[in-house]
């Protein structure tokens, strides 16, 4: 039967523990979550119901260039 051997078994140990450090700091950094996000990432419509940065008839750029 083949088992891990030690080495093995500390390098996934470390791996396991630096994720859930990244995450627990992720967590930190993004507190509270209740704030909204500043700009949303989704082209769509918007609260108005018009579609974003296409207020004009006929607009092709993306509104941020």
């Known amino acids: 039967?083949?088992?891990?051997?030690?080495?093995t078994e500390s390098a996934a140990s470390r791996r396991s523990k630096?994720?859930?450090?990244?995450?627990d700091e992720a967590g930190e950094e993004s507190f509270p979550a209740s704030d909204p996000p500043a700009v949303s990432p989704l082209r769509g419509?918007?609260?108005?119901?018009r579609p974003l940065g296409r207020e004009k008839e006929g607009m092709k750029q993306h509104p941020f260039k």
Do not use: K, Q, S, Y
Not at 1 to 7: E, I, T, Y
Not at 45 to 49: I, L, S
């Open 18 to 23: 630096h994720i859930e450090d990244l995450i």
């Open 45 to 49: 419509p918007v609260a108005g119901g």
């Open 1 to 7: 039967m083949n088992f891990p051997d030690d080495n």
